[in-house]
């Protein structure tokens, strides 16, 4: 198991490397560049060259990359042309922000879809079935940032209420933390919840059919023993690979409800780091979440081991 | 003596889209206390549909028993009890094992667990005693070091282990009556030549009766003391294992006995045909489409039930010449 | 194919889904004669203006007529649905046939790409392709056609895997039959059906990300209509004119849902466990 | 049990779901005291819903104006406008100017940084030689080109001479850009982009971006009594809509909205809106490199062609008048452009002068605008139909911004729908812009008469005279049309009723010096 | 019935097995260790041995399905693991596999007459109706109805399949075919149609038969000679009457006397093995069998007994077998 977790974590040096490379060039290819998104309507040639210059940017491409890569490695990721600020630490207080918010959706969904999933795969085919599937279906179809709007103007008109402003670590208040991200999180959540649904159901009725939910029946235990001990511990491999790719999807696809929501996540710093073309924070990002991507793949990979004994990896 | 278990003209439907087909019909047998009693048949022959309506485990729907009564220890009607009355029969007073051991056992839990299970359900043992209880009967299906395979999971244990796992776990409350739909099917032979030995040792160890659901005829005649041929959802033929061998009275039983590859003669024997489909099922004997001694009749009337020796009942216009000719 | 339309008859909840998908179809295709006005024609004297007779879903600030953008609409999203969903799936499906079937360097080499874009964030990897290709309908298609090839690569190997392992493949090689031949005739027709289902559902999540795609500002280039467009469009009108923002969700939500039934139906159809 | 099991996840449903209703009754009741007694709350901190994160707070560097409406808070200049857009003092008491290319400034005293050091003549002069050295690429630096020293006289005054007589250098001194800064804060961080220390209203307490810029009042002040606010927190809300409800339900005491939402936020309870004409102006630039746009008559006709009432109407409801290089906020600068010829919507005259330039069918091109702004897609978009009426087909290119300012720069485009800001001084709206020379012109356009007149502008110090000179400037550029000058749109400031003696102008929009906020 | 057609000298087929981080070799799987026969033209060679003897490796590796890791093996004197990609694939004219699995060794998306004329095409620049000619011929002698051609294969019974797998086999007219366990999916009834088919093909066409099957019923059947396999080496070979009256080898005893019978009043002395078959991973050292052998002795632990042939015909590999 522990040679299996190393080999996967030195089969990420490839990928990172490639995502490294790839974001870096696909970053020099975007036209426009920090000088003149900085300078705007003021740009003077002068300004340009000084900024270019202080940026690195008069340098070879090779040497640009070397030098950003070197960096990494030794942990630093330099510091954002915009603000100035530092850019790991940035990245570190944001993920915060988009971890939990990834997790409260995620969370959101289950308690939405699990049930849901398993009635309708019980009562497979029937008024019932159709039902659940139809609203797990709404959830996935309706774009993010409408149901979000919706939500907000609803909200705030009919009930006068608006999440409060000015986001606040969970650590610091966690009741007006939990405030701000339920609203989010159930946007989020809805959406996640169709495919959930959707895999618990069909792995469930998968699971139904196998040979030992038989001698579990035929050793006297009721259906509910049958279905909670039995059915859904199984089922819980398939759904948990597609929560995983949701949970790694969420974390860097939350950038349009972070916005709405006025939310400081890495999706916005991204967002506006390629607004803005500020190089190394796009480049540091996207590199932290793949790499918190990569790690999450692995460790739903070595979840399924502890959930599934016969999954052992060498 | 009375039986342990009685089925009465037991049928079973099955329904599909807007129509309902019959797939196991007229089915009348008895198992004696200790007696294992065999049913034999093709795939598709309904035996083992008929085992898990006994367990009151048909897959319903679409399954359904449309009519009959199964009697246990001769007062109580299986079919008529509560969903929570037959759970406590079930894996308690009768336990059954089943064809793949592969898959038969939940890969998710250890031995212990899945032994334990059955314990939680039917008795009020301690832990401790439950274990006591676990570690007795694995010694007792004849696996060494219990302690050690109670914690391992079923994909580490080999297809004859698991087939002994299954049947301490239907041994475990001591059962009157043991369904073993298959159990040797998957095995290889020196493997299924233990498992088979195994089940007769407990036989006489917890008299407990036996039915015995096969296709071999081979295990049939290793262990049965009773046997029904089953032929498309019906019982073709019912006796005691050496007349069946010896005398046999249904053609379809001959033709199985015959097409017994190798050991009987040198010439190979096949029964032509295949068996019908349950949409395609001939209106009157079943067999009559792949019968050798098939007679007009036996296309329009499907024949009786009767006794046409001691103790020997075939389901055969052959033996019921006389009313043949009056219908 | 017959058996599966046989079937595909009994599976009512299919049947919506293969209906609605084919009035989306048909409104796409015959959009153009179908619309009363012409979808970027402004009529400034009755901007804003309530479903009426003459603008049956209403009019937006513009005074453009809804109904005929929402059925212009119907054109561009699904041909973004359709063409992106056919770049990825076109690459997904040589990438992982060939991934799949040789299983060698070329394998790892095509699996860690796909790791590459697979661990690049949907949205931000779309938004950056459409930043360096610039922002147009072809380009976001291009995009989302790239984010979605490693799904299908995915997909298509591991179905190629699992057929790569059945006798029917021994017994093509036992036979003499030569590598490319088996590739074609015995192992791609044989992964389809996952690929099927896997191109119904993919479809729907291409009109959500071209929908997000312009929330963000990229995507198609007014005054042409798309529905994700219009929806984003109609944000800040939700309030004093609904009709802008709810005749393009309206739409959205029952075509991603049909998409979604057929999926739905064709995967279990398609799945020889549930047969 | 199934069924208990059910009832216990409606249970947590429900109690997520109450948890943020119990909040919102809080909140609400909070938004209905709002407009209630005449007391001051007890919190005088301010809300302020932001539209856009601030790009950096160095005020020589950062010119965005997200970031300025930032720093203007922090940092003073020497001088600053008034109303009528005529330079004050400000960090100056007065100033003097012995001749042409002589100014004398002295300080006021007793101003005091906010980390507690007074500031003198050696921080001013620190500050301008900042922004005058390369080295620090300020965006301010072409402004002061013609200084050509700076002498400290004495801790309370300093003297600037030019190398030649420099007309806008006073409202180039005013500009927020030319703010003074403490020369020991620099040296210690490198740059003002994290450490801000001004002598302004407002100390900077915390910047996270994304998330808000908290602001906290300076003590010591120079004007007595002011601020009145004990704090500004600026929250970062991007999102139209967000904003809306954000104000609507008082969670923010101020925020901006654009025109299209002006009419719901007008129907709130609670809230009132405060505009101000401002000093930007729309405008479509013309590629004068390249065909068809190199012919002035093709300019001309597309000018004759737009109806810029509708533009008012349609993008900005209303809110918006007509406006040439100079737009009517700058005051005495600006000319009244309805009455110009080329204001005069004529789809007959426009074709002839098509027809004359060889177009008589007229084009196919590409009108490219910024993504970020629906104002200018939706003046794309207007655009785009009303030029059909002359026969010119264009096809909408939406940029993405970091996109659209290399456009810009690059004048790499056929017609780029943009807005501009026309600064303080009519210099930067003529000369800046459309001067051969000027470091905004991208529209590769040179006219000598308007490069003479600029260059009169520049040197001319007697107000008069330059007003009647930029008159002329302006008449001759909307002539030529380098650009399509179309509407300058109101601002609307949405505040809380709670929010007192706040009301924005064109010169200093975000004034909340004496701002208080009521119960 | 004199002329060798195939010969297998010393043949391996091991799998490795790889661990740790970089994925090293650590091992084998000796699921084929040494194996050595004969099989004579027109006859009819059994392989017998219980899941996990490595049987069905052995099949796949003598047509280089699987490719052998070591010894030899002579189709015609000629040893064709020396033989190009090219070469190999002409010679698959003369060698066909007959599948275990009716169900999934079938393409299903091809029809009858697609898969029976498959090798045809494959084979020979031939026109289509030449081809259909030959197909129809084979169908009709497989006996399938040649109204079926066009249908699909799960629109048949598992016999049916079979029938098809074999015409596809059978159509190139090869001298050797591995069938590897054809009839043990298959029902019982059907199970004899599917023999007395291939039993007569092999008369028809001069067929030599390589059978694989775990049922010794079956194999005693059909057999002109029998290998009993037992961890991956054969541990006993003889004509079929011999093996089965006189067995020499104690697996080959029990794995008999395990055999059900057919009769309810013979009783069988009955030898019952101990325990599973160890893991071909890691064989036990010496004689394979000794840990379950009942007659065991101190030299089987050690002593690896040799592939000896000890009466005419008749090869065994056990020290207790005197010569």
């Known amino acids: 198991m522990f040679a299996y977790i190393l080999r996967r974590l030195l089969m990420l040096i490839p990928v990172l490397f490639g995502i490294s490379v790839f974001i870096f060039l696909i970053m020099k290819m975007i036209p426009g560049d920090v000088v003149s998104t900085i300078l705007g309507t003021e740009a003077t040639d002068e300004a340009r060259s000084q900024l270019e210059k202080q940026f690195g940017l008069n340098l070879p491409i090779y040497q640009q990359y070397l030098q950003w890569m070197g960096g990494v490695l030794t942990g630093d990721f330099g510091v954002s042309l915009r603000t100035g600020k530092p850019i790991l630490g940035d990245i570190i207080s944001r993920f915060g922000l988009t971890l939990e918010l990834t997790l409260l959706s995620a969370f959101i969904s289950w308690i939405i879809a699990i049930p849901l999933g398993i009635v309708a795969a019980l009562k497979r085919n029937t008024s019932t079935d159709f039902g659940v599937r139809i609203i797990s279906l709404l959830g996935v179809s309706v774009p993010n940032f409408a149901l979000a709007t919706l939500l907000l103007l609803v909200l705030s008109l009919a009930f006068s209420y ?109 967002l506006t780091a390629i607004n803005q073309r500020d190089y190394p924070v796009v480049q540091g990002a996207v590199l932290f979440i793949a790499t918190v991507f990569v790690l999450i793949n692995l460790f739903v990979d070595v979840l399924y081991s502890y959930l599934d004994p016969r999954i052992t990896y060498k | 003596m009375a039986p342990i278990l009685q089925i009465k003209d037991l049928q079973i439907d099955v329904k599909m889209d807007e129509e309902v087909l019959n797939v196991v019909k007229n089915i009348n047998l008895e198992i004696g206390k200790r007696e294992i009693y065999g049913i034999v048949g093709e795939s598709g022959s309904g035996k083992s549909l008929t085992s898990l309506a006994i367990m009151g485990l048909l897959a319903s729907p679409p399954l359904q028993v449309s009519k009959g009564e199964i009697f246990f220890e001769e007062d109580k009607d299986l079919l008529k009890l509560s969903s929570r009355e037959l759970r406590k029969i079930r894996g308690n007073k009768i336990s059954m094992i089943f064809q793949e051991p592969m898959s038969a056992l939940d890969p998710l839990f250890t031995i212990e667990d899945q032994l334990m299970e059955s314990l939680k359900f039917h008795t009020k043992l301690s832990k401790k005693e439950m274990k006591r209880a676990c570690v007795k009967i694995i010694e007792k299906v004849g696996i060494p070091r219990p302690e050690q395979i109670m914690k391992e999971y079923p994909h580490q244990l080999s297809g004859g282990m698991r087939q002994r796992i299954m049947i301490a776990i239907a041994m475990l409350c001591n059962p009157k009556l043991l369904i073993a739909d298959e159990p040797t099917t998957a095995l290889d032979v020196t493997i299924q030549a233990q498992i088979l030995d195994l089940m007769k040792e407990l036989r006489d160890d917890f008299e407990t009766s036996i039915l015995m659901i096969t296709h071999d005829l081979g295990v049939i005649a290793e262990t049965c003391q009773r046997v ?15 007349s069946l061998f010896h005398r046999p009275k249904h053609p379809y039983t001959k033709g199985l006995l015959k097409s017994m590859v190798g050991d009987r003669s040198d010439a190979l024997y096949s029964i032509p045909g295949k068996v019908p489909s349950v949409e395609q099922m001939p209106k009157g004997c079943r067999f009559v489409t792949r019968c050798p001694e098939a007679m007009d009749i036996c296309e329009k009337v499907s024949p009786d039930d009767l006794e046409v020796a001691d103790n020997h009942r075939c389901k055969c216009w052959l033996y019921q010449k006389e009313m043949a000719n009056h219908v | 194919m017959k058996e599966i339309i046989a079937r595909l008859k009994k599976d009512k909840v299919g049947i919506v889904g293969v209906i609605g998908v084919g009035l989306v179809l048909v409104l796409g295709l015959f959009g153009p004669w179908l619309s009363p006005h012409d979808s970027t024609e402004m009529y400034k004297e009755h901007m804003l203006e309530g479903p009426s007779a003459t603008y049956w879903f209403g009019t937006d600030e513009f005074g453009r007529d809804i109904f005929s953008r929402v059925v212009e609409g119907a054109r561009v999203s699904l041909y973004v649905g359709l063409i992106s969903v056919g770049i990825g ?79 029917f493949i021994t017994s093509a090689k036992a036979i003499g039959v030569k590598t490319h031949k088996v590739i074609f005739r015995h192992v791609s027709p044989n992964v389809l059906a996952p690929f099927i289902v896997q191109s119904t559902l993919a479809l729907s999540g291409a009109i959500l990300t071209e929908a997000a795609l312009s929330f963000l500002g990229l995507g198609i280039q007014p005054p042409n209509p798309s529905w994700g467009a219009m929806l984003n469009e109609s944000r800040q009108y939700m309030e004093i004119a609904p009709w802008i923002a709810i005749f393009p969700a309206l739409f959205i939500i029952v075509t991603i849902f049909c998409f979604n039934l057929l999926g739905d139906s064709l995967r279990d159809l398609l799945d020889p466990k549930l047969k | 049990m199934k069924k208990n099991w059910m009832a216990l996840l409606m249970g947590i449903v429900m109690a997520t779901l109450l948890l943020s209703a119990c909040s919102n009754e809080g909140s609400s009741n909070e938004a209905d ?113 013609k200084v050509e020293s700076i002498e400290v006289v004495s801790p309370t005054e300093i003297k600037f001479t030019l190398s030649e007589p420099y007309a806008p250098f006073l409202s180039y001194v005013a500009s927020t850009n030319a703010a003074i800064v403490a020369k020991e804060v620099v040296e210690e961080n490198g740059d003002l982009n994290q450490a801000a220390v001004g002598t302004g209203p407002f100390k900077l307490d915390e910047w996270l971006p994304d998330n808000h810029v908290k602001l906290s009042k300076n003590e010591d002040y120079y004007k007595d009594g002011q601020p009145k606010l004990d704090g500004i927190t600026y929250l970062t809300m991007k999102d139209e809509s967000a904003r809306l409800a954000a104000i609507r339900t008082g969670e923010v005491h101020v925020t901006t909205l654009s025109s299209q939402s002006i009419p719901l936020a007008e129907k709130s309870d609670g809230v009132e809106i405060k505009s101000y004409q401002s000093t930007e102006y729309s405008y479509v630039g013309f590629n004068v490199n390249k065909e068809p746009f190199n012919d002035v008559k093709v300019r001309q006709a597309i000018s004759l062609a737009v109806d810029r009432k509708e533009v008012a109407d349609v993008v900005w409801k209303g809110d918006a008048v007509l406006s040439g290089p100079i737009p009517e906020s700058m005051g005495q600068w600006a000319i009244d452009v309805s009455q110009e010829e080329l204001y005069q919507q004529n789809i007959e005259k426009a074709k002839e002068l098509l027809a004359e330039a060889g177009y008589e069918d007229g084009f196919e091109t590409v009108i490219s605008t910024a993504s970020t702004y629906t104002d200018m897609v939706d003046t794309a978009q207007l655009l785009q139909q009303q030029l059909e009426a002359i026969g010119i087909k264009a096809e909408i290119k939406q940029l993405e911004w970091g996109q659209y300012i290399d456009t810009w720069t690059n004048g790499d485009h056929d017609m780029l729908v943009g807005r501009n800001s026309s600064g303080s001084d009519p210099d930067r709206s003529i000369g800046f812009f459309f001067s051969t020379d000027g470091s905004a012109n991208v529209w590769g356009f040179s006219d000598e008469k308007i490069d003479q007149l600029a260059e009169e502008g520049r040197t001319t110090i007697d107000p008069e005279k330059r007003v009647e000179i930029y008159n002329e400037a302006q008449k001759r550029v909307i002539e030529q049309t380098p650009n399509l000058f179309l509407v300058s749109p109101e601002k609307f400031f949405i505040v809380r009723d709670s929010v007192d003696n706040y009301s924005p102008t064109a010169n200093e929009p975000e004034n909340f010096n004496d701002v208080v906020i009521m119960e | ?256 006397s395990a055999v059900p019978t057919s009769d309810p009043l013979v009783k069988k002395e009955r030898i019952i093995l101990k325990g599973d078959v160890p893991s071909p991973t890691d064989p036990p050292s010496g004689c394979p069998f000794h840990q379950r052998c009942p007659l065991a002795e101190e030299k089987c632990q050690n002593v690896l007994p040799e592939f000896v042939q000890v009466r005419p015909k008749h090869w065994v590999a056990c020290h207790l077998v005197e010569q």
């Open chain 2, 228 to 242: 029904a041929v089953m032929y498309a959802g019906e019982i073709v033929e019912e006796t005691d294992v050496v």
């Open chain 4, 33 to 145: 005291a709002d407009g209630g007694s005449g007391e001051a709350a007890t919190e005088q901190v301010l809300k302020i819903g932001n539209d856009q994160e601030p790009a950096g707070l160095d005020p020589h560097k950062v010119p965005a104006h997200s970031s300025i409406r930032i720093y203007e808070k922090i940092y003073d200049s020497l001088l600053t406008f008034d109303e009528d857009m005529k330079v004050q003092p400000e960090l100056a008491e007065k100033w003097e100017q012995p001749d042409e290319t002589t100014y004398v400034f002295t300080l006021r005293e007793g101003v005091k940084f906010h980390n507690g050091r007074e500031m003198t003549a050696e921080d001013v002069k620190y500050s301008f030689e900042r922004i005058m050295d390369e080295e620090t690429a300020s965006i301010a630096k072409s402004y002061f080109d």
């Open chain 3, 89 to 167: 799936a076109s690459l997904g499906f040589v990438f992982g046939l060939i991934a799949g079937f040789f299983q060698n360097w070329i394998d790892n080499l095509i699996m860690r790409i796909m790791d590459i874009l697979f661990a690049f964030p949907d949205i931000l990897l779309a938004l950056t392709i459409v930043a360096v290709l610039g922002p147009n309908l072809e380009n976001t298609m291009i995009a989302i056609g790239i984010v979605f090839t490693p799904v299908f690569t995915r997909t298509v190997r591991a179905a190629v895997i699992a057929v790569k392992e059945m006798e």
């Open chain 5, 1 to 256: 019935m004199s002329e060798t057609l195939l010969k297998v000298e010393a043949l391996e087929k091991f799998f490795p097995v790889k661990a740790g981080i970089f994925k090293r070799t650590k091992g084998y799987v000796k699921a084929v260790n040494d194996v050595s026969f004969e099989v004579k033209a027109k006859e009819t060679l059994s392989l017998v041995g219980e899941s996990g003897c490595g049987k069905s490796t052995l099949g796949r590796s003598i047509l280089r399905i699987l490719e052998p890791t070591g010894g030899k093996v002579l189709f015609n004197d000629k040893n064709i693991l020396d033989y190009s990609k090219q070469d190999l694939r002409k010679m698959r004219r003369d060698m066909q596999l007959v599948f275990q699995d009716p169900y999934s060794s079938l393409n299903p998306r091809m029809t009858v007459r697609e898969l029976v004329s498959e090798p045809l095409y494959t084979h020979f620049s031939i026109s289509k109706m030449e081809a259909d000619q030959r197909v129809d011929e084979i169908l009709e002698k497989v006996g399938l109805p040649l109204e079926h051609s066009k249908r699909y294969p799960h629109q048949f019974s598992g016999g049916q399949r079979q029938r098809i797998s074999i015409a596809r086999a059978l159509v190139l007219k090869p001298k050797l075919v591995v069938a590897d366990e054809p009839v043990s999916a298959l029902d019982v009834s059907i199970q004899a149609q599917i023999l007395k088919l291939l039993v007569d093909l092999q008369e028809e066409f001069d067929l030599t038969y390589l059978f694989i099957s775990h049922d010794l019923n079956v194999v005693k059947h059909i057999s002109d000679r029998v290998g009993v396999m037992y961890l991956g080496k054969i541990m006993e070979l003889a004509d079929t009457e011999a093996l089965y009256e006189e067995p020499l080898h104690p697996y080959t005893k029990a794995l008999l």
């Open chain 1, 162 to 270: 608006y999440p409060p402003a000015g986001y606040v670590s969970l650590f610091e208040e966690p009741m007006k933390n939990l405030q701000m991200m339920v609203l989010p999180a159930f946007v989020l959540g809805t959406a996640m919840a169709g495919a959930v649904m959707r895999m618990t159901r069909s792995s469930i009725l998968e699971v139904l059919r196998q040979d030992f939910i038989r001698t579990i029946r035929a050793k006297g235990a009721s259906e509910r023993i049958v279905i909670f001990n039995h059915a859904l511990k199984n089922a819980m491999i398939p759904i948990l690979t597609i929560i995983g790719m949701q949970i790694g999807t969420l974390l860097g696809g939350t950038v349009i409800i972070e916005q709405i929501f006025s939310l400081p996540g890495l999706g916005q710093m991204v």
